[in-house]
């Protein structure tokens, strides 16, 4: 059932995967070798317009006024694939064909089914995400009058490559070809305005584009998982074995000293990524440096 708030709808801000957790952890019936509920992880990228403006000239424009736009700037279309499912789907402009012919830069549909995304999620993979996508889409959201998202587990691939290595650029389209595990598509020159202009076949080519780059995601991220420190541990959904991959194929492989804790130290033999017991050891010393 979808609930409205003020006309808008309102999304279960519990996942299915959560839910089925929660169930799993309150009656008690984890079993060994039993299917567990997995965390849904959502791999998404969004493509936004050109901001119009009208201005006197075409030098000097180092800052252009709020008073000079001639109307907002939209999300043209969001791509999105969840783990462990093959497709990788598309919304776009298009897909609302009436509100399309009235308007082309009229993104309600785009911005509905995003939030809807983003809403069933547990966790959320984006390049630059954090700093772009999630704030965009929060943005529209906003101004459509849906209601605030609820806060979402987040993984960052830009973030992760910025902390954790020293590449010559953290741009996806780098990060990939270097890791070996493909290309963004290259974009035609003038589809931005093609777009804006009401072409339906640069809409298209844009989703084309919009999909490669969540294929592409998916493959960096899963190159730099055993670097997110922050990842979402999957023991929470009632899984076992590594936190970050859920695999059982995993080694104990010396301690990990805290400030006062000594803890058994592990490594992941499917994703390569590191963890610690959440039980220290026994004997650990009683005392700490001041
Ligand atoms: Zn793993």
Request: charged residues 25%; contains cysteine; proline residues 4%.
């Amino acid at each position: 059932m979808i609930l409205t708030i003020l006309g808008v709808p309102c999304y279960n801000v519990e996942s299915s995967a959560t839910k089925r957790a929660l169930e799993t952890i309150r009656t008690g019936t984890i079993t060994e070798g039993a299917q567990l509920a997995k965390p849904r992880i959502l791999f998404y990228d969004i493509e936004t317009s050109l901001q119009p403006v009208a201005v006197f000239s075409l030098l000097h424009n180092d800052y252009i006024d709020p008073s000079s736009i001639l109307s907002e700037r939209y999300i043209i279309s969001g791509s999105w694939k969840w783990e462990g499912e093959k497709e990788i789907h598309a919304v776009s402009v298009l897909d609302d064909a009436k509100r399309y012919r009235k308007n082309p830069h009229d993104d309600y549909h785009v911005v509905k089914t995003l939030h809807k995304l983003l809403s069933d999620a547990d966790v959320i993979v984006g390049h630059n995400s954090d700093s772009f996508d999630k704030r965009w889409i929060e943005t529209r959201a906003l101004v459509h009058g849906f209601p605030a998202l609820p806060p979402i587990a987040s993984v960052d691939t830009f973030k992760v490559a910025k902390a954790r290595l020293y590449l010559n650029s953290n741009k996806l389209d780098y990060i990939g070809r270097l890791l070996g595990v493909g290309r963004k598509i290259k974009t035609t020159s003038g589809l931005w305005l093609r777009v804006m202009n009401g072409d339906r076949q640069a809409v298209r080519d844009m989703v084309r584009y919009n999909k490669q780059d969540v294929a592409l995601l998916e493959r960096v991220y899963l190159k730099l998982r055993p670097y997110v420190a922050n990842h979402i541990n999957r023991a929470l959904f009632g899984g076992g074995g590594c936190p970050r991959c859920g695999s059982t194929k995993i080694q104990s492989r010396g301690t990990h000293k805290a400030i006062s804790k000594v803890y058994r130290r592990w490594q992941c033999r499917a994703c390569s990524g590191w963890f610690k017991s959440t039980m220290a050891e026994p004997g650990t010393t009683q005392y700490r440096v001041l």
